[in-house]
């Protein structure tokens, strides 16, 4: 599996090696416990993120916590919760597709897991570790975040569990 590191992955794996590298030189914290967190497109990051530490072999966190995350960043499909984002005066469809163009850049493999992370193949999904979904009933990201969390809820090797907030 090849994976590519978009800016904004890039940034975070930099910030996450210093953070482990230089903490206790630069603030005087130890990294024992790691958690990520993130929502919406900050939620594809923490993913993709692990996902690239799980490839590289590298320090992954004890927790993740996608919230609401965007795990399908292609402007090509269509899914129910997005079809109810038609007409919402916030996250209307226009603005969904201007913010995954504004998101991906000049990036567009849309079958790279670091981009679309509910592309993520068993192999790495297997290595999560320990990971807490939250999902919202009417966001327009759900169906994509609840098909990855679906799969993984499969692995049985994973610490996993989904909560769905209606």
């Known amino acids: 599996m090849t994976f590519v590191k978009k800016k904004r992955l890039d ?7 210093w953070l482990l590298e230089y903490g206790f030189e630069q603030f005087a914290i130890e990294p024992k416990k790691i958690i990520l967190a993130g ?30 995350p965007a ?29 995954s163009h504004a998101y991906r850049g000049k990036y567009s493999n849309e079958e790279d897991p670091c981009l679309s992370p509910y592309k993520c193949n068993k192999m790495i999904l297997e290595n999560l570790p320990r990971t807490r979904f939250y999902l919202a009933d009417m966001d327009p990201l759900r169906d994509s975040a609840l098909k990855l969390a679906a799969e993984i809820a499969k692995i049985k090797e994973v610490d996993f569990k989904a909560y769905e907030f209606k």
């Open 71 to 99: 795990c399908d960043m292609s402007t090509s499909t269509m899914n129910p919760s997005l079809v109810r984002s038609l007409d919402d005066p916030m996250l209307s469809l226009p603005a969904m597709i201007f913010m």
């Open 11 to 17: 940034d975070c794996w930099q910030a996450y090696n």
């Open 39 to 68: 929502a919406s497109a900050g939620g594809n990051l923490v993913l993709a993120l692990t996902f690239l530490l799980i490839a590289t072999k590298s320090r992954l966190p004890d927790l993740i916590l996608p919230l609401y």
